[in-house]
Structures are given as structure tokens and as C-alpha cells.
């Protein structure tokens, strides 16, 4: 699994103003894999995609990018010294597009092109690779300004793409887009990792990224509290169900004192006008729970069980954390 | 915007009070400092001297040249102000030779007629000194002059009275020789006397004549007769002589009748009767002259006393003369007595350094400088600043091209774009203006490639030290502010105290100007502009080594910018970031937490109700957008301290939409 590795976090730490945003902090991005960052805003996403591709110095540690050697073997370099030759494989999007929005689409994917030496023949093979790829092509010679969010978004990631990179870096890709704009944009980001580009973004939309992603890391502090693949996360972070109670008058808080008894109880939150009962063997929890109600006179609108969602695991990992 | 970036908070508060202290340090006085006058004279005399010492002052300083040419050159050079050229042997003088010319460069539009009033004020006093002492040897001499004329006026008067005496005199001999009679009788017939005596004597004459006449018939007829006693046997003799006699008889008898005897006579007696009457005459005269000969004695008398009177006067005369001498001489003795001159003892005048047509050419140069200036600083800052606020900078910064290449395309486009407008500028203007440019273009081109290098290279450099637009562009116009305000454009670098001035001095708007006046106004060549090219270079190098280190550092703090702007945080589906607050909230850092954790109990207050209504709602979303603007400009360690709240306010907020 190690010669598979792509691009290493080790110990890594930075500090921006003083404030510690990422913590010695250790990952491995594998070849070919779709890894996704999850993790509240101000959590160090951002920072750690920024930090794998060298926009900042570590305080401490470093990120290491795979690299061939003339001899074609296949070392460990710092992303920081290897610079320029590290640059010219990765493509990277950030969460507001980034070209030139009085371009027009080719222009902005010509220009981006410009930095990487590409001869004509393979910038306009690749700009026209990438106009059909990203349905674009109808709208070449658009001024950028004047597309659309998922247009915009799409032309963004193109740009990115421009070099052919092997690591493919994108944060919060689906930000501004509705959910039609976002299904596309996943199956876009999951075609182009088919192909063999490695992809690591990074979003908060937890729930889209468990149907796409090989593994996930949760972020919170600058720190990765998880990493895994979505079905090891919903694992080892919650073994049981969730038992959801909705009852009139919901006198939530006598309910709540009532179940806590139970030993099978792990925790017990009130969402909106609903009871959520995480446990870790829900029929016996729900047995007890049906009395209770009755006991305490609630009238029941809704009562279900269910195995916990990424979403939910992410919470409770990032409320622990 | 402005509380977040310190380099912007800095720029708008400091950049006015940089100026305004710039300004202060540089102009508060009230005089001039370091005026520098160039003077030559192939002969100093004293009176040359005497004006320089006039001139140097505290504020001006005159240093002798070598040659009129050095002194005029050093003025075209800027190292002097002015030059004065006083003729060989400088004298007050009538002479057209003798005089003083001021060299003054007009192109210094607000220094050269300071200067020039203030150097022909300073050479005006001291020629009015040499009038005054001019018109003084007059007053003294006219002074003099009343003391002579009042010394001899006592003789004047004397003259006078004694001439009033003599008068006198005059009249008495004049009045007794009135009184001489000197008539006679005009009825003495002198003419009828003449003409008697004429008459009688023609009388006499013709008389005698006739008597002569008479005689000699006589004689011939006693002749005869003499004859005929000889004959006198011949009866018919005696006849004959009988009728002789008888014919000297009627002639005597016709001779004793004779009118003219008596006319003579007549006359005779008339004549006698005149005679006695002119007798009478005669005797009259002798009486008058005896009188006369009275009168004569008295003139004589008094002519005596009057000779003596004059004698006296003659005397009284030699002193005025005597004085009148002195007069000449003394007035003979000043030697300007011409009013021109006395009025204006030198000759002075101002000779431009160069002699242009129109104002347009001395402003020229500058105009050429403010033009590379402000587009080159104006253009490559905002370049950079749009390459900076761009949405592709983040791709660039991440690109494998270098930062610097990006700041290369921003200075060659913004040296393109100068160098392409200046050449507009000079064409048209040397078509269109009596300015003559194009002659030296390539000099000034090259002056103004290095020139605009330099002020490109400043412009990237602010345009990569500010964060936005705005503040870079105020930082830009307050950088060309100053340096326009210590150039002499505006104000004359001449108010400045030395101490400032010889900073100006280094000042690159001022050596730009320097080098394109020189090549403009005076068509310089490369070797007279060397030593501000020299430092022009040398800024250029400073400039460029400093660029391209820094850009490192620029990156960087790009890369953290960028990393600022895009935490993410959403704002009912909107990136805050994008989204400008409606007011500025101004807390004090120390107190902004405390603020925020307030707003968060407020927005809690409004969500957490059993039944949340749309006024709740509205208050809410206040409060967030408050909480919003406050914790953005929180330190990150604050801000995760309270980022779970606000999450949970904004989850409100959204389930409730």
C-alpha cells in the first residue's frame, strides 16, 4: 500500500497569524483514489488542500509527493522543494473559480495551458478533450463572466485540468450549485478519477461524498480525528441504530431522563421537534421507549429505527472531538 | 475592509500626514535656502567686487567662475541659479561696454523670476547706492557751489550799489552835457553863401575872361595900330586906325556894361553881408565852447571819480570771476554728469540661458516627467492589483510559472504602453508646437525607458505591498504626491532648508526632469547627463533586485490572502466573503469576542422560542449578519472557541427559511 502512495502528509503543521490551523497532521493520498475531506467550515480543510500542494510552509513536518527519479525510481519528495515539477501534475480548484472572467472559455484554458509547455497540437487536443468532457464546447468562445454557477464551476475544474495532472485537488467543488448541477459535477469528478487521476476534495456536504468517495478523512481542529472508507467510518464510530421519536406534547427532556437508564443508550440529542436515541442495540432501546411514552401520556406521530448516516457519524465525531 | 488590512489602515491615515509632514518639513519657512549665483569678470574691479559682497548673503552664495562660458553652462546645469557677468573692469560708466549681465533659466517657471527679481533687486540696491553717491558729489558739489555763489553775491551787491552810483554819476555828467547848448543858427545861407560865392566868382572868372579877351584885341589892335604908324603914308592907314580905336573903345564901353560884372558884384556884397552874419555865428560858438570847455572840466572830474568807481568794480568783478572759476572747476571735477547715467549708474540685463519661443518648451520636461510618473505608477500598481484580485491569481500562484514572469508581463506592458503614449506625445507635439523635439528623440526616449523602468518597478512593488485596489491606488498617488511635492514643480526646491533639499536633489522625478531639460531646452548630450542617468540606473538596479526578491514574500502573503478570503462560511446559502456588511462595526480587538458571544445569545434568544415568528426570524438574521462581520475579523483561535454556536444559529436560521 505505501509504494501506492501519491502524495504524504507527515507530521504536518501550519500556523497562519500566529493561530495553528493544522496539527501535525498525517495522511496518505493514494493513486487513483478519491479521497474526501470533511469537516466543519474553519476546520482546515481548505488549509490542508492549500498545504498538499505547497501554498504554505509547514511549521512543521512536510508533504511529500511521489516522484520518479531519472533512474525511474520512485522516491518521496518534498512538495517544497520539488516545486515547479510538482506543480506541473496537479490541477487544483478552489472554491471561487479561478480565470480570468473577461476571457472567454478558450481563452482561459489556452492561457492556463500556457504555463505548462504544451506544443499546439496537444493544448488544442486537450482544450477540446476537456470542452466535451465538461459540456462545454457550445460554449467556447462565451465570455466566462457570462456563464452560469455550474458553467463556471465546470470551466474551473477544466482549468484545472488543462495539464492532464495526476492529483486532482478540489475544494468545496459543489458550493454554490443546485442539486440537478451537483449530480452532475459528482458524476463528472468520479469520470475523471475513473480514468486515473487522483482526486481529493474537500466538502461539507458529507452525505454526497460517502456515495463517492474511496475513503474519507474527518477533519475538526486541524486535526484528522477519522480516515477510512465510509463503511469503516459508520463502523467503528457508531456501532447500533438510531431511533427517531416524534410525540405530542414532546416533552423531550422527561423522555430523555427516563431512557438514559437503558444501558444500550450511547446518546440522546433533540433535533427540532424530533427525539434522536443513538444505541447500541436499538430493538431492546425501543422496547423501553414505547412505555415511557405511554407513561408520560405522549401521543406518538412518528417513530422509526435506523443505522446511522455519515452525516450523523460525522457529527458525533466531530461533537466528541 | 480597511480595519482588516493594516498595510490599507496605514496607508489612508498615514498617506495624507505623510504628505502634509513631507510637505511641512520641506517648506516651512519663509525665505529662500542655498541660492547659488555664478559670477565672472575678466577683470574684478572694485567696483565688480562690491556686488558680489552685495550678493552673498545667508541665503545666497557666489562663487567666481573661470570663464562666462563655465558660468552660463553651470546655470544650464542647474548647479547655479543665476550667473553675473560683470564687464572687464567694471566702472560707472556712460560706456555701452560697461555693464552686468544676468544669465537667468527661464525654464525654471517658478524659480527664474524670483530669482531674477531677487538678484537684480540685490544688484538694484547697490546700483541705487552708486547713484545716491553720484547724486551726492552733485548735491555737495551744488552746495559748494551756493557757498561760492553766496560768498560772491556780497560783491554782486556791492557791484551793484557802485554801479547804482555810477549810474548816478552818468546821469550828472549826462545831465550837464545836456545842458551845453550846442545850437547855432541854422539860418546861416551857407549854401546861398557857397552859391554867391560861386556865382561872384564865375562872374569874376568870365570877367576876367572878357578883360583878357579885351586885352588881347587891345594889344592886337594896338598892334595894328603900331603897324600903321609905320605906314603912315598911307592915309587909308590913319582910317584904319581911327576905326580901331574906335572898336577898342565900344569894346570897352561894352566891357563896362557888362550884366555879369554886376552879378559878381552883387554876390560880392551878399556874400559880405554873409559874413557877417556867420561873424555873428562864430562868436555865439565861441561862447558855447567856452561853456563847454566848463562842462568839460566837470566830466572830467567826474570821470576821474567814475574810473575810480569802475576800478573798484573791476576789482569786485575778478572775485565773482575768480568764483565763477571756481564753479567751472569744481563742476568740471564731477565726472558723471550724465542723468542717464547718474540715474542708472550699470547697465543691467537679464539675458536668458535659453532662448525658446513659447512657455510650452520650459514646461515641457516636466510635463514629460509627471506623464512617466503617474501612468507608469498608476498602470503597473493597478496591473498588478487586478492581477491580485483577480479570480485566476489563485491558479497563477499555484502554476509552475514563477510570480516574477507575471510581474514581467505587468512591466513590460506598462512600459510598452508609456513608451508608446510618450512617442504620441512627442510627435504631436513637435508637429503641432513650436517646440522642437524630435531632433533628440532617441535621448529622450532613452531617459524616459529608464525612467519609466524605474517607476513601473515602483508601481509593482506598491501594487504588490497593498491588498486592494483602492489602497493601492491612494498609496500610489500619495507616493507620486510626495514626490512631485519635493520636486520644485510645484513649490521652488529653493524653499526647501538644505538639509531636505539635498535629499530632492536625489529625488527621481527631479533627476528625470533634470536629464530631459537638459536634453530638450539645452540639447544635451549623453556625457552632461551621465551623473543622473548614473543614478537612475542605480535605482533601477535597487529597484528590480528588490522586485524580484520580494516577490517571494508577496507570494506568499497572496497564498494567505487567498486562504483567507475563501473560510469557508455561509450566509443563507451565500459566501459571506462576497458579501460587503451593511455597516462596519468598530470594536476595540479586545472587546470584540465579548461582543460577538452578546450577538450569539441575542440570535439564540430570537431562534430557540417554541414558536418562532418571521419578526424572530428577521432579528435573527440581524444578529447573524452581525455575528458574521464581527467574527470575521476574530483571530482563528477566538473563532473556533465560538464557531459551533454560530453553526447552530445558522442551521436555525435555514431550517426556518
Not at chain 2, 510637505?23 to 555664478?38: C, E, L, P, R, S
Not at chain 2, 571756481?326 to 565726472?335: A, L
Not at chain 2, 526647501?496 to 537638459?518: C, E, G, H, K, W
Request: overall charge neutral; charged content about 25%; proline content about 2%.
Amino acid at each position: 500500500m505505501e509504494d501506492n502512495v501519491i502524495l504524504k502528509a507527515k507530521e504536518l503543521s501550519v500556523e497562519i497569524d500566529g493561530a495553528l490551523i493544522l496539527e501535525k497532521m498525517n495522511l496518505d493520498v493514494y493513486s487513483g483514489e478519491l479521497l474526501g475531506i470533511i469537516g466543519l467550515s474553519g476546520s482546515g480543510k481548505t488549509t490542508l488542500l492549500s498545504s498538499l500542494i505547497g501554498v504554505f510552509e509547514p511549521l512543521t513536518g512536510d508533504v511529500y509527493f511521489a516522484h520518479t527519479t531519472k533512474d525511474n525510481r520512485k522516491i518521496l519528495k518534498s512538495v517544497n522543494r520539488l516545486k515547479e515539477a510538482f506543480r506541473q501534475k496537479i490541477g487544483f480548484s478552489s472554491q471561487l473559480p479561478s480565470f480570468y472572467s473577461n476571457l472567454t472559455v478558450v481563452e482561459n484554458l489556452k492561457f492556463f495551458a500556457s504555463f505548462y509547455n504544451l506544443d499546439k497540437y496537444t493544448r488544442d487536443e486537450r482544450i477540446k478533450i476537456l470542452l466535451d468532457l465538461f459540456d462545454l464546447y457550445l460554449f467556447k468562445d462565451k465570455i466566462a463572466d457570462s456563464l452560469s454557477g455550474g458553467m463556471k464551476r465546470r470551466l474551473d475544474i477544466a482549468c484545472a485540468m488543462i495539464n492532464n495532472p495526476k492529483i486532482l485537488i478540489l475544494d468545496e467543488p459543489t458550493g454554490d450549485l443546485d442539486p440537478i448541477l451537483k449530480k452532475q459535477l459528482w458524476y463528472l469528478i468520479k469520470k475523471i478519477n475513473e480514468k486515473g487521476t487522483t482526486v481529493i476534495l474537500a466538502s461539507h456536504l458529507v452525505s454526497d461524498l460517502e456515495l463517492l468517495c474511496d475513503r474519507i478523512v474527518i477533519l475538526a481542529d486541524g486535526k484528522v480525528l477519522k480516515i477510512g472508507t465510509p463503511l469503516e467510518l459508520k463502523s467503528s464510530v457508531l456501532q447500533g441504530e438510531k431511533i427517531i421519536v416524534e410525540s405530542i406534547p414532546g416533552n423531550y427532556t422527561s423522555i430523555s431522563k427516563e431512557i438514559e437508564s437503558n444501558k444500550g443508550v450511547l446518546n440522546i440529542v433533540t433535533e427540532g421537534q424530533r427525539l434522536v436515541i443513538y444505541s447500541k442495540t436499538g430493538t431492546n432501546v425501543l422496547k423501553d421507549i414505547l412505555p415511557i411514552l405511554e407513561k408520560l401520556k405522549e401521543r406518538v406521530i412518528e417513530i422509526s429505527m435506523s443505522k446511522p448516516s455519515l452525516d450523523e457519524i460525522f457529527e458525533n465525531i466531530v461533537g466528541k472531538g | 475592509m480597511l480595519l482588516r488590512s493594516k498595510t490599507s489602515s496605514l496607508i489612508v491615515i498615514l498617506g495624507p500626514l505623510l504628505i502634509i509632514f513631507l510637505v511641512g518639513i520641506a517648506f516651512d519657512n519663509t525665505g529662500y535656502h542655498n541660492i547659488k549665483i555664478a559670477a565672472y569678470s575678466p577683470i574684478y574691479s572694485d567696483l565688480a567686487d562690491s556686488y558680489i559682497t552685495r550678493l552673498s548673503s545667508q541665503s545666497y552664495r557666489v562663487f567666481k567662475t573661470e570663464s562666462e562660458l563655465v558660468c552660463v553652462d553651470a546655470v544650464k546645469k542647474g548647479t547655479y541659479h543665476a550667473c553675473i557677468v560683470f564687464s572687464s573692469d567694471l566702472v560707472v560708466s556712460k560706456d555701452l561696454e560697461s555693464e552686468i549681465k544676468i544669465y537667468i533659466d527661464n525654464s525654471k517657471l517658478n524659480i527664474a523670476w524670483i530669482i531674477k527679481d531677487t538678484v537684480f533687486e540685490k544688484i538694484d540696491d547697490k546700483s541705487k547706492e552708486i547713484s545716491k553717491s553720484l547724486s551726492d558729489v552733485l548735491l555737495t558739489t551744488f552746495d559748494e557751489i551756493k557757498k561760492e555763489v553766496d560768498l560772491r553775491k556780497k560783491s554782486v551787491v556791492d557791484l551793484t550799489t557802485k554801479n547804482d552810483v555810477l549810474i548816478g554819476q552818468v546821469d550828472s555828467v549826462s545831465s550837464k552835457i545836456e545842458n551845453i547848448k550846442m545850437s547855432y543858427n541854422d539860418s546861416v545861407p551857407i549854401s546861398q553863401i557857397s552859391s554867391g560865392v560861386s556865382s561872384a566868382l564865375s562872374g569874376f572868372n568870365s570877367y576876367k575872361s572878357k578883360v583878357d579877351d579885351l586885352l588881347n584885341d587891345l594889344e592886337s589892335e594896338l598892334e595894328k595900330i603900331g603897324g600903321y604908324l609905320s605906314d603912315l603914308n598911307c592915309s587909308s592907314s590913319l582910317t584904319t586906325i581911327q576905326s580901331s580905336i574906335v572898336s577898342a573903345k565900344e569894346i570897352i564901353s561894352q566891357s563896362s556894361n557888362d550884366s555879369d560884372f554886376d552879378k559878381a558884384k552883387g554876390s560880392v556884397e551878399r556874400l559880405d553881408s554873409y559874413i557877417d552874419s556867420i561873424s555873428n555865428e562864430i562868436s555865439s560858438i565861441k561862447t558855447q565852447i567856452v561853456a563847454l570847455e566848463n562842462s568839460k572840466k566837470d566830466a572830467k572830474s567826474e570821470s576821474q571819480s567814475m574810473k575810480q568807481g569802475l576800478l573798484d568794480q573791476l576789482g569786485k568783478i575778478v572775485e565773482v570771476q575768480k568764483g565763477l572759476n571756481n564753479i567751472e572747476t569744481r563742476i568740471s571735477n564731477i565726472q558723471i554728469k550724465d542723468s542717464d547715467v547718474i540715474s542708472d549708474p550699470i547697465r543691467t540685463s537679464v539675458v536668458p540661458v535659453v532662448v525658446e519661443s513659447t512657455h510650452l518648451t520650459y514646461l515641457f520636461p516636466t510635463l514629460l516627467v509627471l506623464i512617466i510618473m503617474f501612468v507608469s505608477l498608476l498602470v503597473s500598481s493597478t496591473l498588478v492589483q487586478m492581477e491580485k484580485t483577480s479570480n485566476a491569481h489563485f491558479r497563477n500562484l499555484i502554476s509552475p510559472t514563477k510570480t516574477i514572469f507575471f510581474n514581467a508581463g505587468a512591466f513590460f506592458v506598462t512600459l510598452l504602453i508609456v513608451m508608446i503614449q510618450l512617442l504620441i506625445i512627442l510627435v504631436i507635439t513637435d508637429l503641432s508646437f513650436d517646440t522642437a523635439i524630435l531632433h533628440n528623440i532617441l535621448f529622450i526616449l532613452l531617459v524616459s525607458l529608464v525612467s519609466s523602468t524605474f517607476f513601473v518597478l515602483l508601481g509593482i512593488l506598491l501594487g504588490s505591498i497593498f491588498n486592494s485596489e483602492e489602497t493601492s491606488l491612494l498609496g500610489t498617488l500619495v507616493l507620486g504626491l510626495a514626490l512631485l511635492m519635493v520636486s520644485g514643480t510645484i513649490l521652488p526646491l529653493e524653499y526647501m532648508p538644505i538639509s531636505v533639499r539635498a535629499v530632492a536633489d536625489f529625488n527621481p522625478f527631479v533627476l528625470t526632469y533634470q536629464m530631459l531639460r537638459d536634453i530638450i531646452l539645452f540639447r544635451a548630450g549623453f556625457e552632461v547627463i551621465s551623473s543622473e542617468m548614473s543614478y537612475m540606473l542605480l535605482y533601477v538596479l535597487v529597484l528590480g533586485i528588490t522586485v524580484f526578491f520580494m516577490h517571494n514574500v508577496f507570494e506568499k502573503r497572496s497564498m494567505k490572502l487567498h486562504q483567507r478570503i475563501h473560510i469557508p462560511f455561509k450566509v443563507l446559502g451565500k459566501n459571506i466573503s462576497d458579501k460587503k456588511p451593511k455597516r462596519s462595526v468598530f470594536i476595540k480587538q479586545s472587546k470584540q469576542y465579548t461582543y460577538l458571544k452578546e450577538l450569539v445569545l441575542d440570535a439564540k434568544k430570537m431562534l430557540v422560542k417554541d414558536n418562532v415568528n418571521s419578526e424572530d426570524l428577521k432579528k435573527a438574521k440581524k444578529f447573524y449578519l452581525k455575528i458574521i462581520e464581527v467574527y470575521d475579523m476574530l483571530p482563528v483561535t477566538d473563532r473556533k472557541k465560538i464557531f459551533s454556536e454560530i453553526e447552530f444559529i445558522h442551521k436555525e436560521i435555514s431550517k426556518h427559511k
